[in-house]
């Protein structure tokens, strides 16, 4: 049976369990369980800390886990991220007075105080920066009016946490977070674990296109095409009106409006737009 770790809590906990359900598996219908079994697809779901779940996964004990890249780093287990899921975007960030330190290379024996220790040491590591980094848990926009440190390290969202701290953020980007499938490394391959995978990325599909379907002349087809190429190629039917055909192509979800605004123009009618509920790919 394969053994799948999910959030328990947190803003990543709702988002992980609609994906799976939207992949045909079963899930808690009780927050306060702390398993799901799905028999259908024997499948055991485990709802864990966000930040424990790479290292039940790098231990062994389950196959997969979804947590958010931010937390895997800051574990440093020994996974593989397979797939990116799309949702929970985080950006993290260096922050300090303003005036203090233009950009990263100042942080040299600078006092860092932080939540994700991991992910800081990482970034450090790989710039060749040495300073030092004092871990908190929790908020730790307080640290530096308190004397605790010079700069934080953390989630920064639209930033105002940090303009009522009086902070602003140092230099660019530690980390660009989103949620994540993760895998312990070099585990052999199954069935199971390819079909939640394949699920979870035929989800991902269906989210992000849809399928687009209108009649156009044959002299127009050419033009037509080109802007609904699909993902192999569009589904291209002749219609009782003689010099008319039918296209159904699959379009990016974000482009739908500009495309039906296009084809329109060239003379494409009957054009209409459905949702991707699941798809193999």
């Known amino acids: 049976m394969l053994r799948v770790a999910i959030p328990n809590k947190g803003?990543?906990?709702?988002?992980?369990?609609?994906?799976?359900?939207?992949?045909?598996?079963?899930q808690r219908t009780d927050d306060k369980d702390l398993t799901c079994l799905d028999l259908d697809n024997d499948v055991e779901f485990f709802y864990l800390r966000p930040r424990d779940i790479a290292t039940y996964v790098a231990s062994g004990d389950l196959d997969l886990?979804?947590?958010?890249?931010?937390?895997?780093?800051?574990?440093?287990?020994?996974?593989?991220?397979?797939?990116?899921?799309?949702?929970?975007?985080?950006?993290?960030?260096?922050a300090a007075r303003p005036g203090t330190y233009d950009s990263v290379a100042d942080?040299?024996?600078?006092?860092?105080?932080?939540?994700?220790?991991?992910?800081?040491?990482?970034?450090?590591?790989?710039?060749?920066?040495?300073?030092?980094?004092?871990?908190?848990?929790?908020?730790?926009?307080?640290?530096?009016?308190?004397?605790l440190a010079d700069v934080i390290a953390d989630v920064v969202d639209t930033g105002g946490t940090l303009r009522k701290a009086g902070l602003e953020p140092v230099g660019e980007v530690v980390l660009t977070s989103t949620a994540v499938?993760?895998?312990?490394?070099?585990?052999?391959?199954?069935?199971?674990?390819?079909?939640?995978?394949r699920r979870l990325s035929g989800v991902l599909?269906?989210?992000?296109?849809?399928?687009?379907?209108y009649d156009v002349r044959v002299v127009e087809l050419e033009d037509a095409v080109a802007l609904t190429p699909g993902i192999e190629s569009p589904?291209?039917?002749?219609?009782?009106?003689?010099?008319?055909?039918?296209?159904?192509?699959?379009?990016?979800?974000?482009?739908?409006?500009?495309?039906?605004?296009?084809?329109?123009?060239?003379?494409?009618?009957?054009?209409?737009?459905?949702?991707?509920?699941?798809?193999?790919?």
């Open 65 to 94: 886990g979804i947590t958010g890249r931010d937390l895997l780093f800051d574990a440093n287990a020994d996974v593989d991220e397979v797939l990116d899921l799309d949702f929970g975007a985080a950006t993290f960030r260096f």
């Open 11 to 26: 803003g990543l906990a709702p988002a992980a369990a609609q994906m799976l359900r939207e992949a045909g598996y079963r």
């Open 205 to 213: 599909v269906a989210r992000r296109y849809v399928m687009l379907a």
């Open 181 to 197: 499938l993760v895998r312990r490394r070099a585990a052999p391959g199954n069935g199971p674990v390819t079909q939640l995978v």
């Open 107 to 147: 942080l040299a024996d600078a006092r860092i105080a932080t939540s994700y220790p991991g992910v800081v040491a990482r970034f450090l590591d790989i710039h060749g920066i040495k300073a030092d980094v004092i871990r908190l848990d929790g908020a730790v926009e307080n640290a530096v009016g308190l004397g």
């Open 235 to 281: 589904t291209i039917s002749p219609l009782h009106r003689e010099g008319w055909v039918a296209v159904q192509a699959m379009v990016l979800r974000a482009d739908v409006h500009k495309i039906m605004d296009e084809l329109y123009e060239i003379g494409a009618r009957a054009i209409l737009v459905t949702d991707i509920h699941a798809c193999r790919l």
